[in-house]
Each structure stands twice: as structure tokens, then as C-alpha cells.
């Protein structure tokens, strides 16, 4: 992501400040719940594991994600249904428009889009209580490069940004877009 890109000078440099932050935020009798691409390359998976003082790491398992992680995590699954401060959370890897319990007040978390798709999501799905909790999008939301806590993605599910109406199709001039809301 060309905006991570210039805010490290270094992938070293990225990953110390990363695992800086979720042991920061994350305490070490507390849950990390990580929804996938947890490490580029399948050799550092360890290394960076050992390097979080969380108790347990839940992985819903992403695109970049090695077989090996099973190892080093305490669960790895495709999808993860867990119930956490009441409120049921269907995590996955990539966005989804229906999910479990999604009638019933369920919440989706997601990452795989870099927080790319999230003011288009919330605009043609006002109220989706779904949302994207990677890096970038936090860094989006809360000008830091590090994990949403509990009550962030909470805050954020029940208080969704506005937006104002605009042209779906703006920016066909020079080709589409992923989300023509993003600065670039």
C-alpha cells in the first residue's frame, strides 16, 4: 500500500512499529484477533509470533497466509465465529455483503481490502454493522498504524461515518477506481 510505503523507509522498520503497537494495545492476558495476512513471508511467522505478548492469536486465514501459521497460532480457521462483550463477530479474510447472525444484529470484521472499499460499503449498505480492521484502515480512522481494540470496532460499528452524496460513476474518465473516496 503506497501510503504504508512512504510512512517506513524499510519492511524492518514497518514490522518492529507493527508488533510495537498490538503489544501495546493488545495486553498480554488478552486476545489478538488477526483477520489474515499475517506474515508475507512464511519463514518470519515464527519469529514474529514469538514477538507478541498476547495469550492467544486467532487467525481467520488470508490469501498470504502459509499453511506453517497453524503452528505458531492458537486457532486458524477460514471463518471465526466468536462472541466477544456480548456481541456476535463473524470474522473472515475478505468483506462479505451476508454473514452469520447478520439478522440478528451479528458484526463482520474483515481486512484483505486495505480499507479501500469501506466508504463505498457504508454508503450502499448504510447500517451493515460490518467493517475493515486492518492496519490501514485504522491508520485511516485513527491516524495510527495499529489494531482496533474491541471497543473502537464497537464505537465504530454503532457510530458510522456520514457521507455525502455523490457521483458513483465520477471518476470513469480515466477508468474506474476501487473506491473513488480514497486520497491518494
Partial sequence: MPLRGAAFDSIGEMDDHLIHEINRVVMPGDMLIHAGDFAWQAGQVGH?????????????????????????????????????????????????????????????????????FEDTLNMLWPGRRAMDIGVDHAFRMLGEWRPFSLDEVLHCIANPPLFEQCDMHADVGEGVREDHHVAE
Avoid at 60 to 75: P, R, T
Avoid at 78 to 103: A, N, T, V
Fill in 48 to 116: 514474529y509470533r514469538h514477538r507478541l505478548s498476547v495469550r492467544e492469536l486467532l487467525v481467520a486465514c488470508g490469501n498470504h497466509d502459509a499453511a506453517s501459521l497453524v503452528k505458531y497460532v492458537s486457532v486458524m480457521e477460514h471463518i471465526l465465529f466468536k462472541k466477544l462483550g456480548g456481541h456476535h463477530f463473524h470474522i473472515e479474510h475478505r468483506p462479505c455483503l451476508s454473514w452469520d447472525k447478520k439478522q440478528r444484529g451479528g458484526t463482520h470484521v474483515y481486512g484483505h481490502s486495505h480499507g479501500l
